[in-house]
């Protein structure tokens, strides 16, 4: 029975697969829809084009399903918006040209030259890469704090060129909106709702001075932590690519990059008490020209799964005194439930936050567990898949499909809050448990219920 699942979730590919149809290419100006050229994966349910940092989790498991031509093509289409926008978009419409999302490009490069050693796609896909990695360290993008050691760090954080209702959700923006009094405080709201679009993370009281009130979104003024670590893995990517493809001179440019992103994601993130990285509060000036003075107090010390993501990259991992540290404080965080990784312990009724658990979050923590060479953080990592696969297994059997996201706290439980009901489909879902069953194979305490 388990074995039939998990080949149903390998076929639910077929259900997600899309192509462009041919009225876009001809006739572009009487839609909203992009005209990619390969076919597409969309996540499910209302998301009907193709959303970026889904797409990751997507190709991890088309990877699993050796549907190698279909992940380049992904990539393929991905890398086409960033030479046409400059960055990849949020998802695949003309609305979202306004901003992109968690920045994981090179990380679907990375993974797919790792399965198949193509060398011609490693080769043409890093002008994009570099392209991308240029708007996220310029502009309104890019901060520099200037830590207690007197150093400057500079970092990158989200930013959405907009200020206006998001077109995807306006009635709903202007909404939320209606309490605030004059146009420039909606406008700044605007702003800050389309750039917490940005993070993926739409919403979260992470980004809110009020887990109460949404107006007090404050997305700008944040500093996060994952954002940093995908672009510090971003910089590892290129400094790899660059040199299996023999252009050392951008390798180790990567590679001191990379460096000096670390040390300052150490020095503005770190909390040795915690033993986490913790986001970091700036002031609501926006001049992309400020420095900031970095301030203990400025880290928001209410924990979030994201604290534990810097763990998923090699450089960090591979510190195994710093990896019994992390471990010992993702084990008495909280955040570890019945079914999985809690999103935070703040329950807002927002959807990324408690009780919901996500995929990605699973995936990163428990991929982090694992690279680091450490027998109690492989075992945690297992603990923490079994309790995913569990909870995706139960709720298929209820539901016959494949959720968004999950109560952590209810074995097999959809998960709430938010803008919308929990979507069925789902893209990052399916990789996640197909890359878990990979790296686990079935557990042998995998119950058929909770």
Known sequence: MRRE????????????????????????????????SKPVVVPGSRFREVYYWDSYWVIRGLLVSKMYDTAKGIVSNLISLVDEFGFVLNGARK???NR???????AMVYEIYSRTSDMGFAK??????LKEHQFWNSGFHSVTILDAEGCNRTLSRYYAMWNKPRPESSTIDMETASVLSNASEKQHLYRELASGAETGWDFSSRWMRNASDLTTLATTSIIPVDLNAYILQMELNIAFLANVTGDKITAAHFLEAAEARKQAMNSVFWNEEMGQWLDYWISDKTTCKDNYNWVASNQNRNIFALNFIPLSIE???????????????????????????????????????????????????????????????KSMAEDIAVKWIRTNYVAYKKTNAMIEKYDVEKCGELGGGGEYVAQMGFGWSNGVVLAFLEEFGWPKDLKIDC
């Open 315 to 377: 450089s960090v991992n591979s510190d195994l005194e710093l990896v019994e540290k992390v471990r010992q404080s993702l084990q008495r965080s909280g955040l570890i439930r019945a079914a999985g990784i809690a999103t935070s312990l703040t329950n807002s009724g927002q959807q990324w936050d408690f009780p919901n658990g996500w995929a990605p979050l699973q995936h990163l923590i428990v991929e982090g567990l694992v690279s680091s060479g450490s027998e109690e953080a």
């Open 5 to 36: 699942w998990a080949l149903e979730v390998h076929k639910l590919w077929k259900n997600l697969s899309r192509r462009v149809d041919e009225g876009v290419f001809e006739h572009p100006e009487l839609h909203t829809l992009l005209p990619l």
């Open 124 to 129: 043409t896909s890093l002008p994009a890469l």
């Open 95 to 97: 609305y979202y040209t």
């Open 100 to 106: 992109s999302q968690p920045p994981l490009l090179s």
